[in-house]
């Protein structure tokens, strides 16, 4: 068994969506006990970083982080340059039920940029209605958003409100490739904070090559 982080690492002063304004900031407090370290964060966004969107996000009373089903997916990847992406990159013939879709569009390279809120790709509503009529078990991108900004967001009301989380602004999907095409089964584990009340949360990301 293999393991490939997913994640994105973050730090005091990453940005968060849209871009704008730091999603994290930490700072050291006095500490009693000599080399010991203490911190906190005086401002920590939620959808900083390689987060998950859960159904809460958009659909009021529903999910919210704390009570999502814990699941280990099979990975379906798939690579597309096209924005929006179409529902054609969907293979009519694959079972789709239950499997972690993941999206690679080599996006990843801005992360950490302001370049990388600006112009980003996007799903469409017809591939996200399609990733609903599939029953989908979550989906993953290496892009900041499923929506453009300044949209009513129906990519996310689409998909949440099917009860299928979202996991935004991921890394290394292109590295995931040579197993696949080898055979190798990937499964995605990608847990968020089990904190009740909460619509979305920084995960650590993680492919498992078995």
Known sequence: MQLVDLSLAAHHGSLSYPGTS?????????????????????????????????????????????????????????????????KSVLDSTS??????ILFSTGWERLAGTKAYFAGFPTLSEELAQTLVAQKVSIIGLDFPSVDAQGTPYPVHRALLGAGIPILEGLINLHALLPWIEAGKKVRLAAFPLRIEGLEGSPVRAVAIVE
């Open 22 to 86: 730091p999603g994290i900031e930490l700072e050291r407090v006095p500490f009693d006990f000599p080399d010991g370290t203490l911190s906190r964060f005086t401002h920590f966004d939620p959808h900083c970083g390689t987060h998950f969107d859960a159904p809460l996000h958009f659909v009021p009373g529903s999910a919210d982080v704390a009570s999502v089903p814990l699941i280990l997916p099979e990975v379906i990847l798939i690579h597309c340059a096209d924005n929006p992406i179409p």
């Open 95 to 100: 079972e789709l039920n239950d499997k972690a």
